[in-house]
């Protein structure tokens, strides 16, 4: 699953082919991407067939400049309000990770600095797929 939202991620056009997204491994170099699963419970409801709703719950994140630069910091911010508002539109015209009985695609909160240090930080925005397994 994480390769395919890994593959989504790239074809948004967000962000730049040339970038890496990392899967549980951020460096403390900036520009650099990284996906993070988040341990839940992953049946959201269970079918008398077998069969269940689940999810797959994840963190975006990303090493990005950080300072005091206002200007910076706002280009900060504005990748992930950017970011959140394309996923939400996707998610609404059909356009998800191409993983098999999937439902939606959502972002769970708004971007928001996970850890910093005097000349970058690391944002998060956490995430949620809902998925159909037989």
Do not use: H, W
């Not at 769970?108 to 000349?119: A, P, S, V």
């Not at 998060?124 to 159909?132: A, E, G, L, P």
Request: aromatic fraction near 12%; glycine fraction near 6%.
């Amino acid at each position: 699953m994480i390769s395919k939202i890994r593959q989504y991620f790239f074809d948004l056009g967000i962000i730049d082919e040339n970038s890496n997204i990392n899967i549980d491994f951020l460096s403390n170099k900036p520009i650099e991407y990284v996906i993070e699963p988040i341990p839940i419970e992953p049946v959201l409801r269970q079918y008398a067939d077998g069969s269940s709703l689940r999810q797959f719950v994840f963190q975006f994140g990303s090493r990005e400049y950080f300072g005091a630069d206002v200007i910076q910091n706002m280009k900060n911010t504005e990748f992930y309000e950017d970011f959140s508002e394309l996923i939400d539109d996707n998610n609404k015209k059909g356009v998800l990770p191409n993983i098999k009985g999937i439902q939606s695609i959502e972002c769970l909160n708004n971007g928001t600095i996970n850890e910093d240090n005097t000349d970058n930080a690391k944002y998060v925005i956490q995430m949620r797929i809902t998925y159909y397994k037989n």
